[in-house]
């Protein structure tokens, strides 16, 4: 009589994924709604080999294939494909590094390749809109042309602009301090234009909405709280609308914006990269492609047999 597989140990496997996770904050220092992603992941995953009667640690590589072709046959975007399979590789290396397993099924593990869609950006006169659509001297107002100036001088992410703090800013070197994901911290220059914005909020604007608030926070809302994610895209979405703009326009459409342009007006490569907080230059290379223009005219001018 054959004996039936002993059903995979649920218990075991909740504590490997807490274990995990733990490993992923407190040694790389990865952002909450990362490790909610990956927590998510691993628990989708564990459902999937449940099914199967397969044990976490009893997994192969074609268990965890038949896991990402599932999402696939199912819909899921190759993006969220690409993420998940990220997450088992990180899940089974740690596995294998606290020598849980003595094999990696993940080895040869491979997700459709994540297609490259080239992010929307702003011409220079499209920018000039955008900025000049705060009007008025209210607070309101002040405090959103600083903000609209600082995210495209500095090509801050949504997350990274509401939890500036006022000290993070030295408006005299024109220096800001960002916090990035993985709380990672990174130095970028301030142009003249977003200093004399963010001056000009501070000095009218932020005063009279924060009041008597002990409130760290730069950008606040007009109850004087910090600004929320949903708030900043509400801002965004209100001045590109006034500007023409909305059907094309996020808040990560000005960091877009600002790689574009610097690598435009002759800046290298490397040095966008450090601004943009990028831990791999392969992601800051898509905004090379948005830059050909410039290729084809720094080429046209120099090269001999380019042109009659």
């Not at 004087?224 to 996020?250: E, N, P």
Request: net charge positive; proline share 4%; charged share 30%.
């Amino acid at each position: 009589m054959a004996v039936a597989p002993a059903p995979p140990d649920q218990r075991a496997f909740e504590h490997h994924v807490l274990d995990f996770l733990a490993y992923l904050e407190f040694e790389r220092g990865l952002s909450r709604n990362t490790l909610e992603a990956y927590r998510s992941d691993l628990l989708q995953l564990g459902t999937h080999l449940r099914a199967r009667q397969v044990d976490v640690l009893e997994a192969q590589h074609a268990d965890l294939a038949s896991f990402l072709d599932g999402l696939a046959e199912a819909g899921a975007r190759p993006a969220t494909i690409q993420r998940k399979a990220a997450c088992l590789r990180s899940f089974y290396r740690h596995l294998r590094r606290e020598q849980v397993l003595e094999h990696d099924p993940t080895a040869d593990l491979r997700a459709p390749r994540k297609s490259q869609k080239l992010p929307n950006v702003l011409s220079r006169g499209d920018v000039a809109k955008l900025l000049a659509a705060p009007r008025g001297t209210d607070p309101g107002a002040l405090r959103d042309r600083a903000l609209l100036e600082l995210m495209y001088a500095c090509g801050l992410r949504a997350s990274e602009a509401i939890g500036l703090e006022v000290g993070d800013l030295d408006l005299r070197d024109g220096i800001l301090r960002a916090r990035g994901k993985g709380s990672k911290e990174r130095l970028v220059p301030v142009g003249r234009e977003a200093v004399a914005a963010v001056k000009t909020y501070l000095q009218r604007g932020r005063p009279a909405m924060v009041g008597d608030r002990d409130e760290r926070r730069l950008f606040v809302n007009r109850r004087g709280t910090g600004l929320t994610r949903q708030g900043l895209y509400k801002i965004v979405q209100r001045h590109a609308k006034t500007a023409g703009l909305d059907d094309r326009m996020s808040p990560h459409t000005l960091r877009h914006t600002f790689a574009t342009h610097l690598l435009a007006g002759g800046c290298d490569l490397r040095s966008v990269q450090e601004m943009l907080g990028h831990a791999d230059i392969a992601t800051t290379q898509i905004y090379t492609h948005l830059s050909a223009e410039r290729l084809k005219d720094v080429y046209f001018k120099a090269h001999p047999r380019a042109s009659a």
